[in-house]
């Protein structure tokens, strides 16, 4: 097999770094998360705390123990909520645990498509390939180090059809929330075929929860019992319309000491959504039962203030999810969840229960903070808005003599079984100038 080496220099967020692309004969480009994320798929192995080990093309001994595979990705743990759009998990830290495939692996990294930067995808072999993605304890050593007695417990076995040329997202996960039944979806992308806008930022949702996930009692799925912290604790419906609120005010956090004060009520500030781009229907998602088929595209501009000079914007985004039937401006639900008696909001928030028919998710400049309607200075409660925080759709960072510069980028939101993961697609851009 021929192999050709190109060095590219891209830069990512804040920092330069040399990525090394190598490619191989007709490959197609691979990334895997493991999406299994309740703890109940995990006790009937007996090891709540399971690796996977994803095994192309094993080869097996005549006693069935895997002895190789064509392509091996070791350690592979519950994936984290976001994804972003450079790779970031080599060398990151000296723990073997690797939150997707190829993150930490030393891998063929597929190239630069259509301007997008797919290095974070592995080159994989293209053709009929055999997927097994096995159990395996969660220590340091490598799978094919195992004794034989850890090296049997089979969670997929399967063969699927992958083209040259093509993008493929694959997740492992839950497929039935009663039965336990397990399973590998495999999505092939477009986003590279696609005439996308440099101006424009582009969403795509999935639904990828169990069957019987939404309707299952709350005390097995959510992490506090009943009571809830997080709108989509509980899971959502089938189908959801989503609404989209571009907005430039964060507000104040609760540790902010610049809080106003009226009649003895406390009020904190807040996030003041654009002119046009309040409560704007984007599209409805649903669930299609695992098909793997990819979901459309919604946008909205990057530059949407008449205030925006083209080269940074402070705008941040908030999602909201209902059940169809439901109004955006008069439903019945409370998006935000009250502190009991202290700063933390694990201590004590409690939401009422929606039945999966309302969510919401933030994507914040600031990611760390936490979004407050205060309501009293003396009675030691507060109000954190409960909805999912991930990290900015316009990705800001130094390019050029501008630091920062805002970029836009190409994303994809998947609700599983109560979690909401993101993952961020970004074109290349110009090298700092310092």
Known sequence: MKRSLIIL??????????????????????????????????????????????????????????????????????????????????????????PE????????????????????????PSGELRFVFMYRPRNTLPFFDLEDRYKRDVLVDTTLRLEAGEVYTMHTLLKDFNTKETGVLLRQETFHKQ?????????????????????????????????????????IRDTMNIYLSLLVDQGYSY????????????????????????FQFLGTM?????????????????????????????????????APGLAIDHHPFEEYAAYASSETPTSGGVLGTTGGRFAAINCLVDNMKIYV??????????????????PNLVVNTHSGIHNPRSFATVNTFEVINGQVYLTT????YAAPIY
């Open 425 to 428: 697609i970004q074109r290349r």
């Open 286 to 322: 649903r669930h299609d039962g695992f098909s793997g088929r990819p979901a459309p595209y919604q946008s909205f501009p990057l530059w949407v203030r008449d205030s925006d000079d083209g080269i940074n914007t402070d705008l941040w985004q908030r999602f909201h999810l209902l």
């Open 255 to 278: 540790s902010a000491g610049d809080r106003h004060y009226a009649d003895g009520v406390m009020f904190s500030a807040e996030p003041k959504p654009l002119d046009g781009y309040r």
């Open 373 to 390: 309607r205060e309501v009293c200075p003396n009675c030691n409660q507060s109000f954190y808005h409960a909805g999912a925080n991930l």
């Open 9 to 98: 220099s891209i830069f990512y967020m804040s920092a330069c770094q040399k990525i090394e692309y190598t490619s191989m004969d007709s490959p197609a480009y691979l990334r895997v998360f493991n999406s299994l994320n309740k703890l109940h798929v995990l006790e009937t192995k007996g090891d709540t705390l399971s690796y996977l080990c994803m095994l192309i093309n094993p080869q097996f001994n005549a006693e069935g123990i895997p002895v190789g595979g064509e392509v091996v990705g070791d350690f592979l743990d519950r994936r984290a909520n976001y994804a972003p759009p450079y790779p970031v998990h080599i060398g990151a830290s000296t723990s073997v645990h690797n």
């Open 195 to 235: 005439s996308l806008s440099d101006s424009l930022v582009y969403v795509n949702f999935y639904n990828y929860s169990a069957k019987g996930f939404v309707d299952a009692p709350n005390n097995l799925k959510v992490p506090a019992g009943t009571n809830r912290l997080n709108l989509f604790e509980e899971g």
């Open 101 to 124: 495939y190829p993150g930490k692996e030393s891998v063929l990294a597929a190239p630069v498509l259509n301007g997008f930067d797919l290095s974070s995808w592995a080159q994989v």
